[in-house]
């Protein structure tokens, strides 16, 4: 082998984000099962134990997949919160929407997968940041009654379990985002 292959090889610019896009793909590709150290590693065009040098092993490689999905998942609140009218309201449409679009992240967030969530501060800080938008939604909402103690958990169970079927396939005779939106009393086309 000449040097020039060999660096080629074993050379990355960004090895950790390399990692991460290819366990990404393969968490699209797949779900949560089909992402390992040694194929990100393959994918990533380096050999398995360059994986170690960024990621512990696959829970940690997990975890910081996860990051990248609550960080996405609060873009998405987000974005639905800015400029609505009922703010509250539109977060529920955005959070179906990334689950439909985005259903292995889904999984990975919401699920078993991660195993101690406790272990990432980053993990942690992503997750507060998603919370913290779902809180400012509620608080703008009109139907939530604001001495009403589980108003926020009530809104959460209804659109996680509308994705949840929605990704699971259990509402094949049905757009997951209109249904989110009939349930949220908008208007089934967003404005």
Request: glycine share 8%; charged share 20%.
């Amino acid at each position: 082998m000449n040097t020039s292959t060999a660096r080629a090889t074993y050379h990355h610019g960004d090895l950790r984000v390399a990692l991460l896009a290819a366990a990404r793909a393969l968490l699209d590709e797949g779900g949560v099962s089909a992402v390992s150290l040694r194929e990100a590693a393959r994918r990533a065009g380096v050999s398995p134990a360059a994986c170690y040098r960024h990621f512990a092993d696959k829970d940690a490689l997990l975890t910081a997949l996860a990051v990248q999905g609550f960080e996405e998942f609060a873009q998405a609140l987000g974005k639905a919160f800015k400029g609505a009218q009922q703010p509250f309201a539109e977060m529920g449409v955005a959070y179906v929407e990334f689950a439909v679009q985005r259903p292995g992240m889904f999984r990975l967030m919401f699920g078993p997968a991660v195993a101690d969530r406790t272990r990432s501060p980053a993990l942690l800080e992503a997750i507060a940041g998603s919370t913290r938008l779902f809180e400012s939604g509620l608080k703008t909402s009109t139907q939530a009654a604001p001495d009403d103690p589980v108003a926020g958990l009530r809104a959460w169970a209804t659109v996680h379990g509308l994705a949840t079927l929605a990704i699971d396939g259990m509402l094949p005779k049905y757009d997951p985002v209109m249904l989110a939106r009939a349930l949220a009393k908008l208007p089934l086309q967003a404005p």
